[in-house]
């Protein structure tokens, strides 16, 4: 049933990725529009790919099997259902024409090569066949599996981010600057209930409204809200989680180079969608890489549904 919630979402959805077809040639470095402002959803500045740049498409998701790791976890519910299994089947159907030559997923490179090779093992062997509610096996593997891939690569830093540093910090009298009420500043359209749209959206929708760019933005938008403030004489809890939430991100660009090989052109990377708007500077800013949208894999849906 197409509820109210869901006909606001896909037409934000929808404006979001007509204003990304006429932005995505843009050059790199152009000013991205404020995506808080009270204007039509800018999807943001994504570089024209030169000649030469391996191609990096990033897929925002979300922890399907609700594991809490995250510092705000949306409920997913199960998408095990018949139901949620066939949209997930038509989301990798979406992306695949993109055709990378590699899949690349949100566990520890190096350390975690032979379970993902494990792992990635058996689900073939069962002809894709998995219990596990994890975006790796639901996505990625489906993914893979769909482009006859025989394996998928880690890429992912092993570093944490300690909230709870921040908030002994503040329990225990420690200062926290704020200039004002920051939550004035996000438009209504970005006031959703996460637990709610995910089970309104179809698994296209609800992947193109993460990876909307203004969806992006708040996220770090709360992020730096919260904890940038977070500091006093020699103490900077604030700016360290922040400083090393960056390095996590920069070491998974390094992690992306050090697996691509000769021959590679395009390869897909599938992580929270936390990690894509720094994992996009990074791509950027190097001369290897050209980072790339799914958005326009995902459009047709959005602009149907209206």
């Known amino acids: 049933m197409r509820t109210l919630l869901r006909l606001l979402a896909l037409a934000f959805l929808a404006l979001a990725v007509r204003g990304f077809a006429a ?25 024209a790919c030169a000649a030469g740049q391996i191609e990096v498409m990033l897929l925002g998701t ?13 409920d997913v519910p199960d998408v095990r259902t018949p139901e949620i299994q066939a949209e997930l089947d038509a989301l990798v159907a979406r992306l695949a024409p993109y055709a990378p030559s590699k899949v690349m997923i949100e566990w520890n490179w190096g350390a975690e090569q032979a ?24 996505v990625a593997f489906r993914l893979a599996r769909s ?23 503040a329990a225990s009298g420690g200062t926290i600057t704020h200039t004002m009420n920051y939550a004035d500043l996000v438009p209504e359209r970005l006031k959703v209930d ?55 991100n920069l070491n ?22 936390g990690h894509v ?9 190097a001369p290897h890489f050209c980072p790339v949208s799914p958005l326009p894999y995902l459009q047709d849906d959005v602009a149907s549904a209206q």
Do not use: C, K
Not at 254 to 262: A, D, G, M, N, W
């Open 23 to 47: 932005n995505a040639q843009t050059a790199p470095g152009a000013p991205e529009a404020n995506p808080f402002a009270e204007a039509t959803p800018n999807p943001g500045v994504w570089p």
């Open 62 to 74: 979300v922890h399907m099997a609700n594991n809490n790791l995250d510092a705000q976890n949306t």
């Open 115 to 138: 379970r993902a090779d494990s792992a990635y093992a058996a689900y073939l062997a069962s002809g894709g066949q998995t219990e596990s509610r994890e975006e790796t096996d639901q």
């Open 147 to 169: 482009l006859g891939h025989d394996a998928v690569y880690p890429i992912d830093f092993a570093r944490g981010n300690n909230w709870g540093e921040i908030r002994n910090y």
């Open 194 to 248: 996460e637990d709610q749209i995910v089970r309104e959206l179809t698994m296209i929708e609800y992947h193109a409204f993460l990876n909307d760019d203004a969806v992006l933005r708040n996220n770090h938008f709360g992020m730096f809200a919260g904890a940038l403030g977070a500091g006093s004489d020699e103490a900077y809890p604030g700016p360290d989680l922040i400083a090393g939430w960056y390095g996590r």
């Open 252 to 273: 998974m660009v390094h992690h992306i180079l050090r697996t691509v090989e000769p021959g590679d052109e395009r390869v897909f990377v599938l992580v929270g969608a």
């Open 277 to 285: 708007r720094a994992m996009r500077h990074f791509l950027d800013e």
